[in-house]
């Protein structure tokens, strides 16, 4: 009886493979009774004859994202499969992939998870098309090569302390971009007072901008992309104005962030540019209203308390976010 | 001017008497104390109580908002005197000091509100600086160069400051608020200078004045977290973009000739 039941056993799972094999609706009946339907397609390509544990490239396939965000890694995941179309439960194949387009790279390694599966994991840094090879044991697999959409990707300021500075880096990134636009297509009527002071707050930018991004070295974000199309460079006004509300903004952001800070030395760092930022949005408002009270106006310092303003990251990100298009992803950032 | 005075000696038991709580408690009024909470903003008021819920504010943050709070008298007295001397002519900048007079003021009534009854007293002031300064409110250049080395000094003593108020976020975060309002005083009063070309920022150590060469020691420093900025421009804007802290004995010793007691 058992060797019966053995023999059936084995019938059946030959039937099975058959069935995979074949992409047919197929009925098993053993013993006279319907006892499975399989439904499964595979590709075309399979003559269904090889041997069952022996990889195919041809038949492997790959999950492969169709859309990531620049800065996220993108993760592939490569199924190995025989010559039927039916999973390899065990490792070994040499597995790579090769990335063209935006974000060219490669050839990546991909890692062996020993279970059939192979796990391939780019990140690009660039918005745009990649087109994404993979060989199985040096063969193309099945829907190679794979295309995949990098969108404009949220920017993670990671977390922690690093969060922090990264926050402090892209207001700097968006100031220092601002003023290198006012300081190379200066305004219509522009005097030489106005110039002077534009240029040193341009250079002043510049500055912190890199010493934020040497400081946080590998832990920086990328370069954000700006856009200032709401801003008319040829009119001083315009001008003036979105350099105050960036002033007082980086003021307020920073004001803010202090108390988010771990580090005695991170927390000096921050207070060493922030004084700098509220000379620059004193300067900014008295060119826009000489000898008046808007230097220091109600509008920034509560006229009561005599405190300028604290804003959290959130408060700022709203208010940054018409001039930046990069997406920033703030989530990692301490709340206290 | 006497350029040295400025810089002179620092009264050996002035740091005690500013920061002394012991002392501080005995000469201070309570019921002065208790006004200013009552008139004191909403923020600093929770924060005030929270303070006092706790029983009392940590003997280092006492210390440091009685500093501050020293500093903050001594602008508010100036200030006020400016303003009052019928022998001084602000002119067309008159505006610009009574705005951060309003400031100065709002600044002892803040501290002393969180302070209560461990404030300290306001100290006796002499803005000639035992006569080095003569003119100060008759003559709009002294009165204006000592306004921008008063604020210069206050915004470096905040930010030394900052480091010793991290552990309590509320205190830190009004600190650093005043912090940026007494940058952009010192930003205005250095436009206001007769120094031609006198920017809001400080180049390097330099300075028009030298009599106030202590209040800008060391702000030639371009090195940060190990990383020298001056290689992202020159040392001189690399010098402009960075303010610099100083300790509070620093502080003091600046601020010293112009306490008598």
């Known amino acids: ?336 | 001017m006497k350029m040295n005075n400025l810089l002179g000696g620092l009264d050996p038991d002035l740091a005690a008497r500013v920061l002394s709580r012991r002392e501080a408690v005995m000469r201070s009024s309570k019921m002065a104390g208790a006004l200013a909470i009552a008139s004191m903003p909403v923020a600093f008021g929770l924060m005030a109580k929270k303070a006092f819920a706790q029983g009392t504010l940590p003997q280092p943050i006492i210390d440091v908002l009685n500093f501050a709070l020293t500093l903050e008298y001594l602008e508010d007295e100036f200030y006020r005197a400016g303003l009052d001397s019928p022998d001084l002519d602000l002119g067309d900048t008159r505006t610009v000091f009574e705005q951060i007079s309003a400031h100065e003021t709002d600044h002892v009534t803040l501290l002393e509100g969180a302070l209560g009854a461990s404030a300290v007293d306001k100290p006796t002031f002499d803005f000639t600086a035992g006569g080095t300064f003569d003119d100060v409110f008759s003559n709009p250049a002294t009165f204006i160069t000592l306004a921008q080395g008063f604020e210069d000094t206050g915004v470096r003593a905040y930010k030394g400051q900052a480091g010793n108020l991290i552990s309590d976020n509320t205190i830190l975060t009004i600190a650093l608020q005043i912090h940026a309002v007494e940058a952009r005083h010192a930003s205005m009063v250095r436009r206001l200078s007769q120094s031609p070309g006198e920017k809001g920022w400080i180049t390097l150590a330099s300075n028009s004045v030298a009599a106030l060469d202590a209040v800008y020691a060391g702000e030639d420093n371009t090195v940060h977290l190990g990383v020298d900025a001056a290689q992202f421009g020159t040392a001189e804007s690399a010098s402009e973009a960075f303010d610099e802290p100083l300790s509070r004995e620093e502080v003091l010793a600046i601020a010293g000739p112009f306490i008598v007691q």
């Open chain 1, 1 to 336: 009886m058992i060797d019966r039941l053995n023999h059936g056993l084995r019938e059946l799972d030959f039937l099975a493979r058959l069935a995979k094999a074949t992409s047919r609706r197929t009925f098993l009946h053993w013993s006279g009774v319907t006892i499975a339907v399989a439904t499964v397609g595979c590709g075309d390509d399979d003559d269904g004859t090889g041997p069952s544990g022996t990889v195919s490239a041809a038949d492997s396939t790959a999950t492969v994202p169709a859309m990531v965000s620049a800065g996220s890694a993108a993760t592939i995941t490569v199924q190995a499969k025989n010559s039927a179309g039916s999973n390899i439960t065990t490792g070994g194949a040499t597995v790579s992939a090769t990335v063209m387009g935006d974000n060219a790279a490669g050839p990546i390694a991909a890692t062996d998870n020993g279970n059939g599966t192979y796990t391939i994991t780019y990140t690009p840094a660039n918005a745009g098309t990649d087109t994404v090879a993979i060989t199985l044991n040096g063969t193309a697999i099945s829907g190679s090569p794979f295309t995949v959409t990098v969108a404009a990707g949220a920017v993670s300021l990671g977390t922690g302390d690093i969060a922090v500075l990264n926050y402090a880096y892209a207001l700097e990134q968006l100031e220092a971009a601002f003023y290198v636009q006012v300081v190379t297509t200066p305004y219509s009527g522009i005097t030489a007072e106005e110039t002077a002071i534009l240029t040193d707050i341009r250079d002043h930018e510049v500055i912190h901008r890199d010493f934020l991004k040497a400081a946080l070295a590998a832990g920086a974000i990328p370069d954000l992309s700006v856009d200032f199309t709401a801003v008319d460079f040829t009119s001083r006004d315009s001008v003036l104005q979105t350099a105050r509300t960036f002033e007082d903004l980086g003021v307020a952001a920073y004001n803010g962030a202090g108390q988010l800070l771990e580090s005695a030395d991170y927390l000096l760092v921050a207070g060493k540019i922030v004084s700098v930022e509220a000379r620059h949005a004193a300067a900014i408002r008295d060119l826009l209203n000489p000898l008046s009270a808007d230097f220091a106006g109600d509008d920034v310092v509560d006229p009561t308390s005599g405190l300028d303003r604290a804003f959290t990251p959130t408060q700022v990100l709203t208010a940054a976010d018409p001039f930046v298009v990069t997406p920033i992803d703030p989530s990692g950032l301490p709340t206290a």
